[in-house]
């Protein structure tokens, strides 16, 4: 989308805006068993600190510090099977330990993205295994995970980013979804 945004719908004017949405009002909806989830605002998170999204020491430190205070499940931290250390190893240095990331860097942020919420989480595994690339030349692309990380893992880093990122109640997406995902886009 931000391709489109950057390089064509950033010029349409009022007068074709408002033409497009009445013609968007006019055609019937396509049936699909993959639908957005409505955001649940009270479930996402809120920044950890004020400046953590601009700070990347201030989020190393709180890595650290996550590694060794006992309330939070040393554990589960360290853990690099734990959904949360899954997501803090390989997800958490662009998208921020909150998912607000690093907007002065051009990370994207994750908290309530649409793409996390869908029913069926097709696209969400697909950037995870397969990476994303930048709108424009000076964005950072994501990495695929496919060679990685396992089937199981991407899973689980999948869940709990649409529950903690997306507000979903639960996520149940299995290693055979991630395989049949990746199997289809390869």
Request: proline share 6%; net charge neutral; with cysteine.
């Amino acid at each position: 989308m931000a391709e489109a945004v950057a390089h064509s719908t950033r010029y349409l004017t009022d007068d074709d805006l408002i033409a497009m949405a009445n013609y968007l009002k006019v055609i019937p909806a396509i049936k699909t068993d993959d639908y957005l989830i409505p955001v649940n605002i009270a479930r996402l998170p809120t920044p950890i600190s004020d400046s953590i999204t601009y700070d990347l020491l201030e989020q190393e430190d709180y890595l650290v510090k996550a590694k060794t205070t006992p309330t939070i499940s040393t554990s589960t931290i360290n853990n690099s099977n734990s959904p949360k250390g899954l997501y803090l190893t390989h997800c958490a240095s662009c998208h921020g330990v909150d998912g607000y990331a690093q907007p002065d860097a051009r990370y994207a942020a994750i908290v309530g993205l649409s793409s996390i919420r869908r029913a069926k989480p097709d696209a969400l595994i697909g950037v995870i295994a397969f990476g994303a690339k930048g709108a424009f030349n000076t964005a950072p692309k994501m990495p695929g995970f496919k060679e990685d990380l396992s089937h199981a893992q991407i899973a689980s880093i999948s869940n709990y980013v649409r529950v903690t990122f997306g507000g979903l109640p639960s996520s149940d997406v299995s290693a055979a979804e991630v395989k049949r995902v990746i199997k289809n886009k390869s």
